[in-house]
């Protein structure tokens, strides 16, 4: 008997946890392991870089997810208060180098990280990076933060150092191979590549993250989180250990 209804148990669990999962959810700011100069605020968000030059930090949410699957991710970035001085930006980060981050100052924690992918919201313009400028948004590939073989972008934004919280939204659709970014509800740019393949040799389990850095010149950055509707996280054994990322090298700034 006890056999005859394993198959039903069995069935039963994978639509209960496929049923969890599709459910969105506000992460908890324990679903994240800070590295660099961030610090939790009052408020449950991140202060990933203070008010000062050459500071860099990033958050990593610990449980890995996969691009076979749909998801969106929703939060609110502040970029600072200072126009014209203020600098260098911050960049939504996919990649399956667990406990990794790029170079600092305008590689924006991304810089040399590979492989992975960098939604970068962009306030410095670093002319040897070919950078617009005015602030701007570019989906780029394996830490190559120079715009000259992004997959989307660089897309000119209005000023977003503007001392007010912005919302950005990731979205995946994985069945179209379409990477879509929105600000404040609108979408800014989206990218169509099949980025298991492409990016990820064929390995579809990714962690991601939120990096920021100031260089010679600087702002406050921080990142809240909204609502995220993930895919199935995978088995806990992958979940990232409590150490933070090492760092590939110092800044180039
Ligand atoms: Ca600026
Ligand atoms: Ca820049
Ligand atoms: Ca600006």
Request: hydrophobic content about 40%; aromatic content about 12%; overall charge negative.
């Amino acid at each position: 008997m006890k056999n005859f209804f394993r198959p039903f148990l069995f069935f039963a669990l994978i639509l209960f946890s496929a049923l969890v999962s599709a459910i969105a959810q506000r992460p908890s700011i324990e679903d994240f392991t800070m590295f660099g100069d961030t610090y939790r605020t009052e408020d449950d968000c991140f202060r990933l870089t203070e008010e000062e030059d050459y500071s860099s930090g990033s958050i990593w949410y610990k449980r890995p997810i996969s691009l076979s699957a749909p998801f969106s991710i929703e939060l609110s970035i502040l970029a600072g208060c200072k126009d014209t001085d203020g600098a260098d930006g911050m960049v939504f980060v996919f990649t399956n180098r667990a406990n990794t981050v790029g170079y600092r100052g305008e590689g924006i924690g991304f810089g040399g990280l590979r492989p992975s992918i960098g939604i970068e919201v962009d306030t410095w313009l670093n002319y040897h990076l070919n950078d617009p400028a005015e602030d701007h948004v570019a989906i780029m590939a394996n830490g190559m933060v120079g715009h000259y073989n992004d997959l989307a972008g660089p897309k000119p934004i209005p000023n977003i150092e503007d001392c007010r919280r912005h919302q950005l939204a990731i979205r995946w659709d994985p069945a179209a191979q379409r990477l879509s970014v929105e600000i404040d509800k609108q979408e800014v740019i989206a990218a169509r590549a099949d980025l298991v393949n492409a990016i990820f040799q064929g390995n579809d389990v990714v962690y991601w993250g939120v990096t920021a850095a100031t260089g010679r010149y600087n702002n406050f950055h921080e990142v809240c989180f909204d609502r995220l509707s993930m895919n199935g996280p995978a088995e806990e054994e992958n979940w990232l250990p409590v150490e933070g990322p090492q760092e590939l090298w110092a800044e180039r700034k």
